[in-house]
């Protein structure tokens, strides 16, 4: 019958994999944090399609150049995606962007995807830069 079309892999090669997964997603996230403006913890829904997917999800975080978006199904690295970003208390925010980066589980499962807006319209940076200011500006915590 010849030999099988696959290989199991062993505990070791298995943690080994996971190890080097777990060493990639960590150097693009180093890369992605090279970036030129802060960055704010901000939730907001997120819709957004590619030329070949519709995905869902939330950002975690917001800044003037781009965000990452929490989701399983991100689009592919390098690929231009059309967004619309829900910001409380603003106009949904609709702009487009190119995916740069993956974040990966232990596992090497898709997590999310850091989004670098691209061609913003002075509205739009506007609308985002109104709320990165107010989300600055909400405290975290509240005196009882």
Same mark, same amino acid.
């Given at each position: 019958?010849?030999?099988?079309?696959?290989?199991?892999?062993? %505990?070791? $090669?298995? @943690?080994?994999?996971?190890?080097? =997964?777990? $060493?990639?997603?960590?150097?693009?996230?180093?890369? +992605? &944090?090279?970036? /030129? #403006?802060?960055?704010?913890?901000? @939730?907001?829904?997120? #819709?957004? /399609?590619?030329?070949? #997917? !519709? !995905?869902?999800?939330?950002? $975690? &975080?917001?800044?003037?150049?781009?965000? !990452?978006?929490? *989701?399983?199904?991100?689009? +592919?690295?390098?690929?231009?995606?059309?967004? #619309?970003?829900?910001?409380?208390?603003?106009?949904? =925010?609709?702009? @487009?962007?190119?995916?740069?980066?993956?974040?990966?589980?232990?596992?090497? %499962?898709? *997590?999310?995807?850091?989004?670098?807006?691209? &061609?913003?319209?002075?509205?739009? $940076?506007?609308?985002?830069?109104?709320?990165?200011?107010?989300?600055? @500006? *909400?405290?975290?915590?509240?005196? =009882?």
């Amino acid at each position: 019958m010849g030999q099988p079309a696959f290989k199991v892999a062993s %505990e070791t $090669e298995a @943690q080994e994999m996971r190890d080097s =997964l777990a $060493e990639e997603a960590a150097r693009r996230e180093r890369e +992605a &944090n090279l970036r /030129s #403006s802060p960055r704010v913890g901000m @939730q907001a829904a997120i #819709s957004g /399609s590619s030329e070949d #997917s !519709f !995905f869902v999800g939330f950002s $975690e &975080n917001l800044s003037e150049g781009g965000l !990452f978006i929490a *989701t399983f199904c991100p689009p +592919a690295v390098g690929e231009r995606v059309d967004l #619309s970003v829900d910001l409380e208390g603003a106009p949904a =925010l609709l702009v @487009q962007g190119i995916v740069r980066w993956h974040r990966l589980s232990e596992f090497g %499962e898709p *997590t999310g995807c850091g989004v670098q807006f691209v &061609n913003l319209h002075p509205d739009q $940076e506007d609308i985002l830069g109104g709320a990165l200011d107010a989300a600055e @500006q *909400t405290p975290l915590f509240y005196d =009882l």
